[in-house]
């Protein structure tokens, strides 16, 4: 097959074939060095620069992910999303490496698809609705140690709401692992997350070493969640228990076969760094974005005090378009060759969806440059909106998400005035995984 493509800049490396039926995208001629530094440094502006020059189709060689076709259409997102397991694997590397092999960012296939459907009820349906009243209480302890009068970050007391509901969702209440577990996440966190986006290197920095603090930490992680999971299992109410440790404990596959102890760990950590850091940033993202659009943010307070929520829900649908905490999902490619659109992309190559370039893309949202919560007012987001990516690999936990958005943004407009500002928006700053405001959303 003979792959076309739309005229390309004389600087494009041609379409490439690396086998009799193999068909890339063009992309920049630059050494990978020169493209990996522009990928580390700049991410958002350097795919931004390369999709305005090649398209929304291009390949890079860059750190960490090796060989990869970045698209940015939502046909071929769609296209890349729904195809089978044995073709197109989860990306690599991924958050597994960090997480652990029991964390479901390590798992494939079967394994994937059992984890899954064990994973999916406690974080969908009647069972949310219960856990409302839990991120209103952690919601209102937070709030109430809230300066008055004066300007504060909001970055780091989402972090801790959303940390704090997670743990009590997880384990269904207070003790001494519990606090353990609440001192050392946000660091945890905070190492994983650099790690997560940095090459392994084949020498140690000795204490100053990264993967040494983390795994210190991870130490006595694995040794909390140890005494947690024998106090549940000898737990003589463990069945009347709603908690995920309980579910977990409790579970069988179809098999008949239960979970480790190892993989409940690793899982139970993979909520836990999953389940807060994202929320919580898109969270700070809000305060952001509503005190520069004053409009928007009068509309919310009015809704508030009326009792409604469809133009509240709009408005974080907006906030997760237009600043996505994560701007990269992907798969790798395990079949000779895979076929996208008119790409044939061969074995060991990595497909990066870029998340941020659809969401700007004015081909897909009209004058994506404005903060416009009415786009979504009654309309549901199109197949381009992906802020939890997509497929069977899509965030387990987004309606969880967002039902906690929705309860404290509520809360936050009801009881507190948020001050408008006519100073210049924050820039993206990463974290590692996820892309915050740049002063913590002040």
Same mark, same amino acid.
């Given at each position: 097959?003979?792959?076309t493509q739309? #005229?390309r800049p004389?600087?494009?490396?041609?379409i490439?074939?690396?086998g009799?039926?193999?068909?890339?995208?063009?992309?920049?001629?630059?050494p990978?060095v020169v493209?990996?530094?522009g990928f580390v440094a700049?991410r958002?502006?350097?795919?931004?620069?390369?999709?305005?020059?090649?398209?929304p189709?291009f390949?890079?060689?860059i750190?960490?992910f090796?060989?990869v076709?970045?698209?940015?259409?939502?046909?071929?997102?769609?296209?890349?999303?729904?195809?089978p #397991?044995?073709?197109?694997?989860?990306?690599?590397?991924?958050l597994?490496?960090i997480?652990g092999d029991g964390?479901?960012?390590?798992?494939?296939?079967?394994?994937h698809r059992?984890?899954?459907?064990?994973?999916?009820p406690?974080l969908?349906?009647?069972?949310?609705?219960?856990?409302?009243?839990v991120?209103?209480?952690?919601?209102?302890?937070?709030?109430?140690?809230?300066p008055?009068?004066t300007?504060?970050?909001t970055l780091?007391?989402m972090?801790?709401?959303t940390?704090?509901?997670?743990l009590? #969702?997880v384990?269904?209440?207070?003790g001494?692992?519990l606090?353990?577990l609440?001192?050392i996440?946000?660091?945890?966190?905070?190492?994983?997350?650099?790690l997560?986006?940095?090459?392994?290197?084949?020498l140690?920095l000795?204490?100053?070493?990264?993967?040494?603090?983390f795994a210190?930490?991870r130490q006595?992680?694995?040794d909390?969640?140890?005494a947690?999971i024998?106090?549940?299992?000898?737990?003589?109410?463990?069945?009347?228990?709603d908690?995920i440790?309980?579910?977990?404990v409790?579970?069988t596959?179809d098999?008949?076969?239960?979970?480790?102890?190892?993989?409940?760990?690793?899982?139970?950590?993979?909520l836990?760094?999953a389940?807060h850091?994202?929320t919580a940033?898109?969270?700070a993202w809000?305060v952001e974005r509503l005190?520069?659009?004053?409009d928007v943010?009068r509309?919310?307070?009015d809704?508030v005090d009326h009792?409604?929520?469809?133009?509240?829900?709009a408005?974080?649908?907006?906030i997760?378009r237009?600043?996505?905490?994560?701007?990269?999902a992907?798969?790798?490619v395990?079949t000779?060759?895979?076929?996208?659109?008119?790409?044939?992309?061969?074995?060991?190559?990595?497909?990066?969806?870029?998340?941020?370039?659809?969401h700007?893309?004015?081909r897909?949202f009209a004058e994506p440059?404005?903060?416009?919560?009415?786009?979504?007012?009654g309309?549901?987001?199109?197949?381009?909106w992906l802020?939890?990516?997509?497929?069977t690999?899509?965030?387990i936990?987004?309606a969880?998400?967002?039902?906690?958005?929705?309860?404290?943004?509520?809360d936050?407009l009801?009881?507190?005035t948020?001050?408008? #500002?006519?100073t210049k928006?924050e820039?993206?700053h990463?974290r590692g995984?996820?892309?915050?405001?740049a002063?913590?959303a002040?």
């Amino acid at each position: 097959m003979v792959a076309t493509q739309p #005229t390309r800049p004389s600087d494009a490396e041609p379409i490439t074939s690396t086998g009799p039926s193999a068909a890339l995208p063009p992309g920049p001629r630059l050494p990978a060095v020169v493209q990996g530094l522009g990928f580390v440094a700049r991410r958002r502006q350097t795919l931004a620069a390369f999709a305005e020059r090649y398209g929304p189709v291009f390949t890079l060689r860059i750190p960490l992910f090796g060989k990869v076709v970045v698209i940015a259409d939502p046909t071929l997102a769609k296209q890349l999303f729904t195809t089978p #397991t044995d073709q197109a694997a989860n990306v690599r590397p991924n958050l597994g490496r960090i997480l652990g092999d029991g964390s479901m960012f390590a798992l494939e296939g079967t394994d994937h698809r059992s984890r899954r459907k064990l994973l999916t009820p406690p974080l969908h349906g009647r069972r949310i609705k219960q856990y409302e009243s839990v991120v209103a209480e952690e919601f209102a302890a937070e709030a109430r140690t809230w300066p008055m009068g004066t300007e504060f970050a909001t970055l780091e007391p989402m972090m801790r709401v959303t940390l704090n509901v997670i743990l009590r #969702t997880v384990f269904g209440a207070d003790g001494r692992e519990l606090d353990t577990l609440r001192d050392i996440i946000p660091p945890l966190v905070t190492v994983g997350s650099r790690l997560a986006s940095t090459p392994d290197i084949p020498l140690s920095l000795g204490r100053f070493d990264p993967r040494r603090t983390f795994a210190g930490r991870r130490q006595i992680y694995d040794d909390t969640l140890a005494a947690l999971i024998a106090k549940a299992r000898e737990d003589p109410r463990l069945e009347e228990r709603d908690d995920i440790l309980a579910l977990m404990v409790q579970s069988t596959y179809d098999d008949g076969s239960s979970m480790t102890d190892a993989d409940i760990a690793d899982e139970l950590l993979t909520l836990l760094v999953a389940g807060h850091e994202t929320t919580a940033t898109t969270l700070a993202w809000a305060v952001e974005r509503l005190q520069r659009n004053p409009d928007v943010l009068r509309a919310l307070v009015d809704e508030v005090d009326h009792g409604g929520s469809e133009f509240r829900m709009a408005t974080i649908l907006e906030i997760q378009r237009s600043r996505p905490v994560i701007d990269l999902a992907g798969r790798h490619v395990v079949t000779d060759l895979l076929e996208l659109g008119p790409w044939r992309i061969p074995r060991g190559y990595n497909v990066l969806v870029a998340i941020s370039l659809l969401h700007d893309d004015s081909r897909q949202f009209a004058e994506p440059e404005r903060f416009d919560p009415h786009r979504f007012v009654g309309n549901t987001p199109g197949q381009a909106w992906l802020p939890f990516g997509g497929g069977t690999r899509r965030c387990i936990g987004a309606a969880f998400a967002h039902m906690e958005m929705d309860v404290v943004l509520r809360d936050l407009l009801r009881d507190f005035t948020i001050e408008p #500002t006519s100073t210049k928006g924050e820039a993206w700053h990463s974290r590692g995984v996820a892309y915050a405001p740049a002063a913590g959303a002040a």
